[in-house]
């Protein structure tokens, strides 16, 4: 995964490109390819309790964890 840092600024959570559209708690890349790789924040992800959180996002603090 590559971070382009020009496109956040400090202290901004990032969309980092992968989500679970099309199929809850199963997680693809914008371009359909499966995730080898996640870092989730404790607790997450919590979609189960929300379906509307369907896109990742990198924080900005706690050193770069994802969430949904």
Known sequence: MQIN?????????????????????????ADGSQVE???W???QPNHI???NQDC?????????LFVD
């Open 49 to 51: 309790l929300n379906d």
């Open 41 to 43: 924040a404790v607790g």
């Open 5 to 29: 840092s020009g496109t956040v600024s400090d202290g901004e959570d990032a969309w980092i490109g992968f989500n679970d559209m099309l199929d809850e708690s199963l997680f693809n890349w």
């Open 56 to 64: 990742v996002l990198m924080q900005a603090n706690v050193s770069h």
């Open 37 to 39: 790789y996640t870092q």
